[in-house]
């Protein structure tokens, strides 16, 4: 089945570790995106990326990193957890800026 | 101001209710607008896309939008309780990076 494949599904992690959460499409799109989305605050762009090769800034990146490597996959790092990067984060794609985003199953992330 | 306002509820309605999901948003400039319909733990799931002005159907869901108003609705005939879930609202335009989300309303249909 076509989509977006997140990993892991949930994680338990120590403040100040490194921590890699990887997303992967086959729909060939060529726009993805990382939101976090947390009670009350709704979803919030972390970062995105508009093309292979590219990427830019959302409303949230501090933080995080992202790379853009190939066209499929779009990992977003922590380089080192703090207990405020707990929440629950999504991957989307979209054909474009413009088309309807899909999204992953998310990645239930505690930073403790 | 956000760009985006959505009542976050919560809503409880009768199963065979009509329900009716409302968003308004500040950015003249939004022309794409979709409907994601969320399940507890689980990714939002796209239910309808609609480009500019105008009403959109798909089986039991009709999608509204009202730019003049920057309104838009998202109407559920005869609401099964599998209904039930968090509906997100979410817009964008053709020189956007990103999509803006709506805070979700709780929907609640009850047997």
């Known amino acids: 089945i076509a989509g977006i494949t997140q990993a892991p599904t949930s994680q338990i992690l120590a403040a100040g570790r490194r921590m890699t959460l990887r997303c992967t499409q086959d729909?060939?799109?060529?726009?993805m995106y990382w939101y976090r989305q947390d009670l009350g605050l709704g979803l919030r762009l972390i970062h995105y990326?508009?093309?292979?090769?590219?990427?830019g800034k959302g409303e949230v990146p501090d933080g995080y990193s992202v790379s853009r490597a190939n066209t499929d996959d779009f990992p977003l790092t922590l380089a080192s957890a703090v207990p405020s990067q707990t929440s629950v984060y999504f991957c989307?794609?979209?054909?474009?800026?413009?088309?309807?985003?899909?999204f992953g199953q998310g990645t239930r992330l505690t930073v403790v | 101001q956000k760009e985006v306002e959505q009542d976050p509820g919560p809503l409880s309605v009768p199963e065979g209710a009509i329900v009716s999901l409302n968003c308004t948003y500040s950015?003249?400039?939004?022309?794409?607008f979709m409907w994601y319909r969320q399940y507890s733990r689980k990714g939002p799931e796209l239910l309808m896309y609609?480009?500019?002005?105008g009403n959109k159907e798909d089986g039991r869901f009709t999608a509204q939008v009202d730019k003049s108003s920057k309104y838009i609705s998202l109407f559920i005939r005869d609401s099964q309780p599998s209904d039930s879930a968090t509906y997100l609202c979410?817009?964008?335009?053709?020189?956007?990076?990103?999509?803006?989300f709506g805070t979700g309303t709780s929907l609640t249909v009850i047997p």
């Open positions: 989307a794609s979209s054909e474009s800026r413009s088309t309807e985003a899909f």
């Open positions: 729909m060939r799109h060529n726009a």
């Open positions: 990326s508009n093309t292979a090769g590219t990427t």
């Open positions: 950015n003249s400039a939004f022309q794409y």
């Open positions: 609609t480009y500019s002005s």
């Open positions: 979410a817009m964008t335009n053709q020189t956007g990076n990103q999509f803006y």
